[in-house]
């Protein structure tokens, strides 16, 4: 499981002109089943993944592929997680953290 920080850069402003494409890219990794929640980091930092489904490489692929990246409008950083415990609504997750 993964936690992407999605930071705002000097190139924030451009955040408008590209958030229709960021909303496709966030909007494709929700149905493909590995993005779990994404949000905004406050107060108004940029924002926040949680992914899992999906290796490091590709995940990094991914990430790459969001036009905010690409356009330099945030920068991100990967942070990846092995759960240990969780409670009982997220038993999920442990099934990622067994391979």
């Given amino acids: ?12 402003a451009q955040a408008s002109q590209w ?3 960021h909303n496709g890219w966030l909007k494709q ?3 493909d089943d590995v993005f779990l929640l994404a949000g905004s ?3 108004q930092q940029g924002g926040t993944i949680i992914a ?10 991914r990430v790459a ?3 905010f990246v690409a356009e330099n409008v945030v920068r991100a950083e990967i942070m990846e997680i092995t759960p240990a415990r969780v409670d009982a609504r997220l038993s999920f997750l442990m099934a990622g953290a067994e391979s």
Avoid at 1 to 12: A, E, G, K, T
Avoid at 52 to 61: G, K
């Fill in 1 to 12: 499981m993964f936690i992407v920080l999605l930071r705002f850069s000097d190139n924030r």
């Fill in 19 to 21: 958030m229709a494409e």
């Fill in 29 to 31: 990794g929700f149905m």
């Fill in 41 to 43: 980091l406050q107060p």
């Fill in 52 to 61: 899992h489904n999906i290796s490091r490489p590709e995940l990094e692929s």
């Fill in 65 to 67: 592929d969001d036009p």
